[in-house]
């Protein structure tokens, strides 16, 4: 079955580079409210493992798509202004949270999330002014304010599921791992080719590792594709958290743990995977648990 018109139509909004310019505008402003912290890494989810923003959009749109269709249902009035008045009260953290998740994207992204925030903010001010309809006696006008608002909060809805499904925004992208791994041990370098001190690039199979070395001839691996939006990690810095050597990803800045594999800080929300190690006759051999 060929794909309806319309949603082709929105394969071309990740490459509308008429929209940079106002990209560019909106990030500067959202970096001056949202700074790099432990407050910007709850709201991209670090604390969960999982990203916010999809569970922070489900209260205001259930409760806008329930006031709409309670003015289908005689004497509902009363409880439509309720639900309205709790989805407007209810939308500052998914404002938040979504915007935290898009100041790190790609540009393709950036540009499909800007019309998706537009469209939903839109839809936001005309459930206001639906809400301030009805408290004014005017239900009528204020029931065709709302219907308009679920119209254009569902097409916002449809750039989200654009963003997630399509372009991948805010998936793992180190799930892959474990099922591209093989079981067993498998070499990864002669231990002496390993530089102590210094990320490195390896691979087991068809899978980008990275390797760390310690100075008493330890190391760890972990997969080098950051869960983010897979930046090489191996391009990354080495820095400490809380006395732990962490690696942070050259694209957006997310920490992950050398010693575990975990995030240690945003906007990743996903661990790397982890691979167990072993020297063998002086060649490094890694495992990953759980793989095939």
Same mark, same amino acid.
């Given at each position: ?60 749109? %259930?409760?806008?798509? @329930? /006031?709409?269709? +309670?003015?289908? $249902?005689?004497?509902?009035? #009363?409880?439509?202004?309720? *639900? ?57 006008? %204020?029931?065709?304010? @709302? /219907?308009?608002? +679920?119209?254009? $909060?569902?097409?916002?809805? #449809?750039?989200?599921?654009? *963003? ?129």
């Amino acid at each position: 079955m060929e794909t309806l018109l319309p949603f082709k139509m929105l394969d071309g909004l990740e490459n509308a580079y008429v929209l940079d310019g106002a990209v560019a505008a909106v990030r500067q402003m959202v970096r001056q409210v949202i700074r790099p912290g432990p407050v910007k890494d709850i709201l991209h989810g670090v604390p969960t493992g999982h990203p916010v923003h999809p569970l922070a959009v489900q209260i205001p749109i %259930g409760a806008w798509t @329930s /006031a709409v269709f +309670l003015d289908f $249902v005689p004497g509902a009035s #009363t409880a439509s202004r309720v *639900l309205i008045a709790v989805g407007l009260a209810s939308a500052a953290p998914a404002v938040l949270s979504g915007l935290a998740d898009w100041l790190e994207l790609h540009p393709q992204h950036q540009r499909v999330g800007l019309v998706h925030s537009a469209a939903n903010a839109t839809g936001a001010l005309l459930f206001g002014a639906s809400l301030v309809l009805r408290c004014t006696k005017r239900n009528r006008a %204020g029931t065709i304010a @709302s /219907a308009a608002a +679920l119209a254009i $909060v569902a097409f916002g809805g #449809t750039l989200g599921g654009q *963003l997630a499904y399509r372009l991948a925004a805010g998936a793992n992208h180190a799930e892959s791992v474990p099922h591209l791994v093989s079981s067993g041990w498998h070499p990864v370098d002669r231990l002496a080719n390993i530089a102590p001190g210094k990320l490195t690039k390896r691979m087991v199979g068809e899978v980008s590792v990275l390797v760390w070395r310690v100075a008493n001839g330890q190391a760890t691996v972990l997969s080098n594709e950051c869960s983010h939006l897979s930046g090489p990690l191996s391009d990354g810095e080495v820095l400490e958290v809380k006395g732990v050597p962490c690696v942070e990803c050259p694209w957006h800045g997310s920490r992950f743990s050398l010693a575990t594999g975990q995030v240690t800080g945003g906007p990743a929300t996903s661990p790397q995977a982890f691979f167990e190690t072993r020297v063998v006759e002086g060649v490094l051999e890694a495992r990953l648990p759980h793989a095939g």
